[in-house]
């Protein structure tokens, strides 16, 4: 099926929908791994991000959703000269992140006070986006919905007590996913949700003992 947004694209500033609107989706998910505009961002770019990012506006892109700008925000003409005046050091660097990776690819690393994440992702065209590694575990996130990312202990009954906090706060379930790296080591969780989880849903998941840290990603995308 083809959709409008595939036919007209998305509502955006820039050039290009894969290097413009996919390219901030993406800062902004990064940012949410953090849980908000980063001090520092080491912006990796892959294939033709790094080929033609520059002069499709990619580098202004994901400093914008690093900045917390949407696609559609005037401000994205400006993010790197903004940037200055928020606080945020970015450094791009071309790479090659490997040979499966989509072209329109960034590893993100950033870093606010004590949190660091590194987020591989891609821009796959008409604004749509793809997460595919955080922290060097596999994800799948697009962004198409409010999501929890948890990093915790690999204990039993802990997506019971996860889903139990969800279902406590009348937030419905659309997604979930468990990576683990070796049994008994840590799990990576990420929940996609039909509703925002507000801060004290992402607080009381926090407050399990084996959970080593929990943050919500905004929906970047969609309806």
């Not at 990776?101 to 960034?106: K, Q």
Request: charged share 25%; with cysteine.
């Amino acid at each position: 099926m083809v959709s409008l947004l595939d036919i007209i694209g998305p509502v955006m500033v820039g050039p290009s929908s894969s290097h413009t609107a996919g390219a901030c989706r993406l800062g902004l998910l990064a940012r949410g791994l953090v849980g908000g505009t980063p001090q520092t961002a080491l912006l990796e770019l892959h294939g033709s991000f790094a080929r033609t990012g520059e002069g499709h506006g990619t580098d202004k892109a994901l400093v914008a959703g690093l900045l917390g700008f949407r696609p559609d925000d005037e401000r994205i003409r400006t993010a790197l000269e903004i940037a200055e005046g928020e606080g945020l050091e970015y450094k791009f660097e071309k790479t090659t992140i490997s040979d499966e990776s989509h072209p329109n690819t960034v590893r993100a690393t950033v870093v606010c006070g004590p949190r660091r994440a590194v987020m591989v992702g891609s821009s796959l065209g008409a604004g749509r986006v793809l997460v595919t590694e955080i922290d060097g575990f596999p994800v799948d996130i697009t962004g198409s919905f409010y999501s929890i990312v948890i990093l915790a202990a690999d204990v039993k009954g802990s997506i019971a007590r996860v889903t139990r906090i969800l279902s406590d706060h009348d937030i419905n379930i659309a997604t979930l996913k468990l990576t683990r790296k070796q049994r008994g080591g840590d799990a990576f969780i990420v929940i996609e949700c039909d509703d925002s989880p507000g801060e004290e849903v992402r607080d009381a998941i926090r407050s399990l003992a084996w959970v080593r840290w929990a943050m919500r990603l905004d929906k970047v995308s969609g309806g």
